[in-house]
């Protein structure tokens, strides 16, 4: 399982389609949110959109590997039916997550490999604003998460710096395709 987290505006949603272009045996869970479908988006493609009450009935029946609320209210998760999907056809889970909700993946699944992609506050701060998905208390919200979310890049397998985009899309792709080539050596000992 392969984790790809960082500040909102880092670049992991860049990250995380060069993956699965570029890497065949990868397929990504998809989270579920309390937040309201955006124009454009597909249940069980982009999310499993729920309401408040069927995500807190989820999480009482402990369908969830990870789960959290962020400061502004919505809720998302990883649901293990995910997981179990992607395994089951043959391939290996690749979650897109936050900080908070990625480490607790770690703790869970200590060979699930993480990593953290960064970018400078100023950048990140460039990027949210650009893609004019929230709004600008959100934006600032975002922002002060992201300082202090930088500061926990260690507790982190990886970290790639997203200043270039192609470069840090080589980047994470060598390191998966690496990780992937270690354990299927692992596993035919």
């Known amino acids: 399982m392969f984790v790809v ?3 909102s505006g880092a670049g992991k949603g860049t990250m995380v389609e060069a ?3 570029r890497v065949p045996s990868l397929r990504l869970a998809v989270s579920a949110t309390t937040r309201p479908q955006r124009p454009g988006e597909e249940p069980g493609v982009h999310y499993w959109f729920l309401s408040e009450a069927e995500f807190e009935r989820r999480v009482a029946d402990g ?3 990870e789960h959290v609320r962020f400061p502004w209210g ?3 998760g990883t649901l293990a039916s995910e997981l179990d ?3 089951n056809d043959g391939h290996v889970p690749l979650l897109e997550l936050e900080l908070i909700g990625s ?14 992609v960064d970018a400078p506050i100023e950048e990140l701060e460039r990027r949210l604003r650009g893609r004019a998905t929230e709004s600008s208390g959100e934006i600032d919200d975002r922002i002060a998460l992201a300082a202090e979310q930088k500061e926990l890049a260690d507790r982190f397998d990886y970290v790639v710096e997203n200043g270039d985009r192609n470069r840090a899309a080589d980047e994470c792709v060598a390191l998966v395709e690496r990780e992937l080539r270690s354990a299927a050596t692992m596993a035919r000992r």
């Open 5 to 7: 987290t960082g500040p």
């Open 19 to 21: 993956l699965l272009e």
């Open 63 to 65: 369908e969830f590997l």
């Open 74 to 76: 919505q809720r998302s």
């Open 85 to 87: 999907r992607i395994t």
């Open 103 to 116: 480490l607790r993946v770690k703790e869970k699944e200590p060979t699930a490999v993480t990593i953290f």
